[in-house]
């Protein structure tokens, strides 16, 4: 690892070779595996564990007691609230060895997943999207949708900036400008777009 340009409370295990980002702070009783990359400025929060070959971008902000499972790559910019739950084997049996089936869980640039939602592997998680506290996400999430529920379904659409967004019919389709940052977005179905 060389020079450390990252913070690391004194109870946290860091095995090596790993990389950890600059600016990065890794926080009490946190666990990072060998191989897992983690980008610059994170938050790594309290009694995290983040598993080898796991990957992780820049400016994350990952809350207590997550566990990142091999198989899960964060974009830039995404958050995940405290204790919620990744799965990485769609059918674990404890006397069957399942680690040559893990699954890859996309998580998209900008994402905010909520307190103790789950994550069911295989799926990709579109950029902006937020995840509801409490959600059982079980299939792919388009960019900017706003799900929740049990099984989480589409409840409505986010801005960049996490403020919901209205639709209303035009000529052209449906659009939204937001009410906070006042980014303007085009709607075709389930696809969201921003302009510009």
Same mark, same amino acid.
């Given at each position: 690892?060389?020079?450390?340009?990252?913070?690391?409370?004194?109870?946290?295990?860091?095995?090596?070779?790993?990389?950890?980002?600059?600016?990065?702070?890794?926080?009490?009783?946190?666990?990072?595996?060998?191989?897992?990359?983690?980008g610059?400025?994170?938050?790594?929060?309290?009694?995290?564990?983040?598993?080898?070959?796991?990957?992780?971008?820049?400016?994350?902000?990952?809350?207590? #007691?997550?566990? @990142?499972?091999? $198989?899960?790559? =964060?974009? &830039?910019?995404? +958050?995940? *609230?405290?204790?919620? !739950?990744? /799965?990485?084997?769609?059918?674990?049996?404890?006397?069957?060895?399942?680690?040559?089936?893990?699954?890859?869980?996309?998580?998209?640039?900008?994402?905010?997943?909520?307190? #103790?939602?789950? @994550?069911?592997? $295989?799926?990709? =998680?579109? &950029?902006y999207? +937020?995840? *509801?506290?409490?959600? !059982?996400? /079980?299939?792919?999430?388009?960019?900017?949708?706003?799900?929740?529920?049990?099984?989480?379904?589409?409840?409505?659409?986010?801005?960049?900036?996490?403020?919901?967004?209205?639709?209303?019919?035009?000529?052209? $389709?449906?659009?939204?400008?937001?009410?906070s940052?006042?980014?303007?977005?085009?709607?075709?179905?389930?696809?969201?777009?921003?302009?510009?």
């Amino acid at each position: 690892m060389g020079k450390r340009n990252f913070y690391a409370h004194q109870s946290a295990f860091i095995d090596e070779p790993c990389h950890i980002g600059a600016g990065t702070k890794v926080w009490h009783f946190s666990h990072i595996m060998p191989g897992a990359r983690i980008g610059a400025n994170c938050s790594i929060g309290q009694n995290v564990f983040i598993a080898a070959n796991t990957v992780i971008g820049d400016r994350a902000k990952v809350q207590n #007691n997550v566990s @990142i499972y091999e $198989g899960v790559i =964060l974009e &830039e910019d995404v +958050f995940l *609230g405290p204790s919620m !739950v990744f /799965t990485n084997v769609i059918n674990p049996r404890s006397h069957v060895n399942r680690r040559d089936e893990y699954q890859t869980t996309l998580v998209k640039r900008g994402s905010t997943i909520g307190a #103790n939602a789950t @994550i069911v592997c $295989g799926i990709t =998680l579109g &950029e902006y999207a +937020f995840i *509801g506290a409490g959600a !059982v996400v /079980t299939r792919d999430v388009p960019p900017y949708a706003l799900v929740y529920g049990t099984p989480a379904k589409i409840q409505g659409w986010m801005c960049q900036c996490g403020i919901r967004l209205h639709f209303t019919d035009h000529e052209e $389709g449906e659009y939204a400008i937001c009410e906070s940052c006042r980014a303007r977005y085009n709607k075709t179905g389930d696809v969201v777009m921003r302009e510009g």
